[in-house]
Each structure stands twice: as structure tokens, then as C-alpha cells.
């Protein structure tokens, strides 16, 4: 089965220059503050204007209220929640954005956490790391034998300190429908042209 590449904290015209370069299926834009990798309405609208069209767009919030999400989503083919979001609030984004999938992003401590996100109204899960300081892009890695014992029924993307060390063996391993990558593939909090097209190519390989 192909694993599926999401590429995520794109915020840069010089990274989406890359990823046209070598293209991953999915890039991830952080709409919510206070998060370094943040991008406002109007730099992701001039950011999805020069990525490749057939790049489908993410764009990760936490916490977001109806409103936040409405700024973005007219670039967006889907929403992603990494924060404490319900399943009604879900739903009201359901009924609010219809045309795009929503992902939910879950911090894996227990199985008991990953039972509680596939169980939510959404298309496909993250499964990321648990860290107190931070909803996501620790660069930590996820607790990859609880996820095994205890797969969910819907898709999901394995994130969490995957890199091109690693990803082999998370893919075999895990089983992923995709992987997540952001942290790992950047050198001094910039996305790193070699390390973006060294892990596409051993993914796709």
C-alpha cells in the first residue's frame, strides 16, 4: 500500500518552492497562534497561490472558534484540530465548511486515547506524541506499541519524530495510511531542501 506524505509548519515561500520541487500529497499550514510556525489568512492565500495545485492544502488549528477557521478555509481542502476539541464542535464544523475533510490530531498517552478519537466524527486521525508543553511539532516520538496494539478503524497518519532514520521502520512497522512530518526535516527552523527530498524518496521507494 503507498504511504501517504504530509509535510507540515509550510510558512515560507522558499518551502512551498521546495515541495513543488519534490512534492509530498498534503502540506500542513498552522493557523493558530502562538505557534512560531503560524501564518496569518493573507500569507497562506499567497502561499497556496504559488504551491502546486494538485498539493492538497491542511490547515491545523487548536482550539479554533468557527469564525478563526472561516478566514482560511477557502484555501483549505482540510481542516485539522490539534487541540481539545469536541465532537459537537465538530460537527458545527461539519455543517460550516462541507466541501473539506477534518482530520483530528491526538497526543497518544493510553489506548484509551486513541478509542476516544475514533470515535469522533472525523475522516482520518494523527496519532502524535504527548507533550506537556506544546500540541504538536515536538519532534518527539510517538508511543509507536500502543498504536500498533491498538489500531483505530479510521485511516490515520503516524506523526511524531519521524524522519528519513526512522520512517522505514515506522511504515513497516506501524502501518500507517501516511506519515507527518515537520520538525525533522528542517535545519535551523527552516524547511531543509535535502532532508525533504531524502525522506519523499525513501517513502516512495
Request: charged share 25%; net charge neutral.
Amino acid at each position: 500500500m503507498r504511504t501517504t506524505i504530509k509535510i507540515c509548519g509550510i510558512r515560507r515561500r522558499g518551502d512551498v518552492e521546495i515541495l513543488n520541487q519534490y512534492p509530498p500529497d498534503y502540506a500542513g499550514f498552522i493557523c493558530s497562534k502562538p505557534f512560531w510556525r503560524y501564518v496569518s489568512p493573507e500569507q497562506l492565500n499567497d502561499l497556496h497561490q504559488n504551491l502546486n495545485k494538485h498539493i492538497r492544502r491542511v490547515g491545523v488549528f487548536v482550539n479554533p472558534t468557527i469564525e478563526e477557521i472561516s478566514k482560511y478555509a477557502d484555501w483549505l481542502d482540510v481542516i485539522q484540530l490539534h487541540g481539545e476539541e469536541t465532537a459537537d464542535f465538530i460537527r458545527q464544523i461539519s455543517e460550516n465548511f462541507w466541501s473539506v475533510q477534518i482530520w483530528k490530531a491526538v497526543r497518544i498517552r493510553t489506548p484509551e486515547d486513541i478509542q476516544k478519537a475514533d470515535a469522533l466524527p472525523v475522516d482520518r486521525l494523527v496519532l502524535d506524541s504527548f507533550s506537556e508543553a506544546s500540541h504538536g511539532g515536538t519532534g518527539t516520538l510517538a508511543p509507536w506499541n500502543i498504536i500498533k496494539e491498538n489500531r483505530p478503524e479510521k485511516p490515520f497518519f503516524l506523526a511524531g519524530g519521524i524522519s528519513d532514520k526512522n520512517v522505514s521502520d515506522a511504515v513497516r512497522e506501524v502501518q500507517p495510511f501516511g506519515v507527518d512530518v515537520s520538525s525533522s526535516v528542517e535545519t535551523d527552523r527552516y524547511k531543509d531542501i535535502d532532508k525533504i527530498k531524502n525522506i519523499i524518496q525513501i517513502i516512495r521507494s
